[in-house]
């Protein structure tokens, strides 16, 4: 499987999708992860600084690569023509069986934007008279994640092998998520309360399938299920 995990900024897939793309990586799946932008606007750390911790956390993660398209970070705009025909050739170059997105519902203007940036280019790739570099495509479905805002998800994925391996993908971005008590340049994602609301969604989210740990997303359009034994839970492995 040819999965492709999108991010309005460095961290943003690794925050709330590293658990399905460490597991998917996991099971043998290529991902790449596309940072739409360099997240130049943040108020912690430097566009330089970013970027080094985001390919620390890419490795952790063992994707295949990295990418950053250097759009303007507070600048996405759906229906940009420019902006549009970016991520058109970066999924005609990539050619995805599975796309990871934000879900167009959050505080933060650029994930509602790259969330309609990323269908609207979806739609397009497969389009030949779209003037865009790469051959055309059909993109396969778009998971989206939640980001501030929780949803009540239409898929639930169990990440509790890849708890840890999330968690230190996290790590790898100091500069975003971690300060010192004394430091006066504070942000919500740096205050340890906001990583223990995360923790309690997931906790929340594995509950609902009764894990540990899981992460939740909407889909794009229903769910094929083209073998009806497959809608049947699969037994716990130390079932007698």
């Known amino acids: 499987m040819n999965v492709l995990a999108v991010g309005a900024h460095p961290d943003d897939v690794d925050l709330y999708a590293g658990g399905l793309v460490a597991g998917l990586v996991r099971r043998g ?8 932008t360099a997240g130049e606007l943040g ?3 430097t ?6 911790e985001a390919a620390e956390a890419a490795r952790i993660l063992g994707v295949r690569s990295r990418e950053c398209l250097g759009l303007p970070d507070g600048g996405l705009r759906d229906g940009d023509p420019e902006q549009t025909r970016t991520i058109v050739e970066a999924l005609r170059r990539h050619r995805p069986d599975l ?7 959050d505080l933060h203007p650029d994930h509602r934007e790259a969330a309609r940036l990323v269908g609207r280019a979806r739609f397009l790739a497969r389009m030949p008279r779209f003037e865009a570099a790469g051959e055309p495509c059909r993109p396969g479905p778009i998971l989206f994640y939640e980001q501030k805002l929780p949803f009540d998800p239409d898929v639930v994925v169990d990440i509790t092998p890849d708890i840890e391996t999330k968690r230190a993908a996290i790590r790898a971005f100091a500069t975003q998520f971690f300060r010192d008590p004394d430091d006066p340049v504070r942000t919500e994602v740096s205050d340890p309360e906001f990583h223990e609301a995360l923790a309690a969604r997931s906790r ?3 509950a609902r399938i009764g894990v540990t740990w899981a992460e939740g997303f909407k889909r ?8 009806p034994l497959h809608l049947a839970p699969l037994a716990p492995e130390d079932a007698t």
Request: a neutral charge.
């Open 29 to 36: 799946a290529g991902v790449t992860l596309l940072d739409l």
């Open 43 to 45: 108020t912690r750390g």
């Open 47 to 52: 566009p330089a600084s970013r970027a080094r």
């Open 99 to 105: 796309i990871l997105a934000p879900w167009e519902v």
């Open 204 to 206: 929340a989210h594995g």
């Open 220 to 227: 794009d359009g229903p769910q094929a299920v083209r073998d």
